[in-house]
């Protein structure tokens, strides 16, 4: 079924027809700014829209330890589709945060390294895996340190592989 919509211009406002939770003709507020100087949490805002989706963050984390090839980033992170980090890896290099470099060769040789801006994410990605090292559970032990610990049995093969 086709869904139609309208945008209320004044309002920042999509109206929608077709919602399926609450029937139809409904009006939802959009969650992105166009503009993002209307208050001082919009930096971080436009931070986490440049590396939102579940797999950004992952891919720069394993790039921070150098370059890699397109079947190296995949293999560590067996659960994302070969068309997601596709995807995935050309947004972050639209972005400027990873470059890709193509080799003239048969078969075709492609890695992907982070870019100096990329770099300056690294203590922002590094204090995601820090929280989430002391916060989500996949530690065994949350006294030991993050280095020396082992990941839990529930960890997800990305994060084994990752280390921890």
């Known amino acids: 079924m086709k869904e139609n919509s309208e945008h209320y211009a004044g309002f920042g406002q ?15 507020a959009r969650i992105r700014h166009k503009s993002l100087d209307c208050s001082p949490g919009c930096a971080v805002e ?10 950004k963050g992952v891919i ?4 921070l330890e150098g ?6 980033i995949r293999r560590r992170l067996p659960n994302i589709t070969q068309r997601m980090l596709t995807a995935q890896l050309r947004e972050l290099e639209q972005d400027g945060f ?3 470099t193509v080799y003239a060769e048969v078969p075709p040789k492609v890695e992907y390294s982070l870019t100096p801006r990329g770099r300056t994410l690294e203590p922002v990605i590094m204090a995601l895996k820090k929280w989430g090292d002391e916060n989500t559970g996949f530690r065994r032990d949350p006294e030991a340190p993050a280095d020396l610990d082992e990941p839990a049995a529930d960890c997800p093969v990305s994060c084994v592989q990752a280390g921890g």
């Open 14 to 28: 999509e109206r929608t027809f077709n919602a399926h939770s609450i029937g139809n003709d409904t009006v939802m």
């Open 46 to 55: 436009a931070t986490l829209q440049l590396i939102d989706g579940k797999w």
């Open 60 to 63: 720069l984390y394993h790039l």
């Open 67 to 72: 370059t890699l090839r397109f079947n190296e």
């Open 98 to 100: 990873v470059q890709r």
